[in-house]
């Protein structure tokens, strides 16, 4: 009887370490596609293009090994209302260990113009994450909860701001007290477009990320799109770590190439020179994450910069 109590408690304690880890990340990897993708951090982005954008991305730790962890995401938008309202919709399915994180969030803005240049967007977003957790009275490791965020983005044609929550609810993971970790980042975003000259468009963008028990986070970052053909970027983040925890610091550097073939598909490959959920790990294999892009605009109502 000993044994098997000793059994099931060691089995119960490994269970819930392996779904810490996983907690921890909850959208970590939508997150983190917010250049390619602004709407993963800010809802009130939903619509500014003006017209139906789809966005795919593919993720993978290590090429070179076989069955190393991937993630797909899923993004379209689009709006409607002679351009007042937007309507989005995201999709994640991370699969970085034995478990599965799963995300499905629909989202919807208002945009108003506010001077002669400027429009402001005010957004919201909701959903459904599916994440590996361990719970002693159903024995379950995946439990689906709740997701609400906000959202506000300021743009002209050449500058906008963007400021967002994208969690604001605080959940509990069955029998694991980890309230306090559960990620409700606040994101500050700025950034423009700038010609130079009659070939050359610089994107330069930044971005402040303040959590709860986390260091302060900044990006920086620029692309720049030759002929609306060919765009090469780099962005460097430093901070976020856990406060408190020695080494949880993820500086990294991401470097990115796009090709837009005509008018309506665009190619997009990324590096990124450390993972993200690194911070939540103690781990010494490769460090790399590879991520494919394919984005596409039916309709497209000009060069899509973001």
């Not at 990620?183 to 070939?199: A, F, I, K, T």
Request: aromatic fraction near 12%; charged fraction near 15%.
């Amino acid at each position: 009887m000993l044994k098997q109590y000793l059994h099931k408690a060691f089995l119960a304690t490994v269970v819930s370490m392996l779904a810490c880890v996983e907690s921890f990340g909850q959208r970590e990897v939508l997150y983190e596609q917010y250049v390619q993708n602004p709407m993963a951090i800010n809802p009130a982005f939903t619509g500014v293009r003006e017209t139906f954008n789809m966005t795919a991305m593919f993720r993978r730790k290590w090429f070179n090994i076989q069955n190393s962890p991937t993630s797909q995401t899923y993004a379209a938008d689009g709006s409607f209302g002679q351009g007042k309202f937007g309507a989005g919709f995201q999709a994640l399915n991370d699969q970085t260990s034995y478990y599965t994180t799963t995300a499905l969030i629909g989202s919807f803005a208002y945009h108003m113009r506010v001077a002669d240049n400027w429009k402001l967007a005010l957004g919201a977003q909701g959903g459904i994450n599916v994440l590996p957790v361990f719970d002693l009275s159903s024995r379950t490791n995946n439990r689906a909860i709740g997701t609400v965020g906000v959202g506000a983005w300021l743009h002209s044609d050449q500058f906008y701001l963007g400021i967002s929550k994208p969690e604001v609810l605080s959940h509990r993971f069955g029998d694991q007290r980890l309230t306090n970790f559960y990620r409700r980042p606040l994101y500050v975003m700025v950034g423009g477009s700038y010609d130079l000259g009659d070939e050359l468009l610089l994107l330069p963008h930044a971005l402040i990320v303040q959590e709860k028990d986390h260091k302060l986070r900044v990006d920086v970052g620029t692309r720049l799109w030759v002929q609306e053909k060919v765009g090469i970027g780099a962005s460097y983040r430093m901070g976020g770590g856990i406060s408190g925890l020695s080494g949880s610091n993820v500086n990294f550097v991401q470097l990115s190439a796009e090709v837009q073939l005509g008018k309506n598909v665009r190619l997009g490959y990324f590096y990124s020179s450390r993972q993200v959920e690194q911070m939540y790990t103690n781990y010494n294999g490769p460090k790399g994450i590879h991520e494919l892009m394919l984005k596409f605009t039916p309709n497209p109502n000009g060069f899509q910069k973001y």
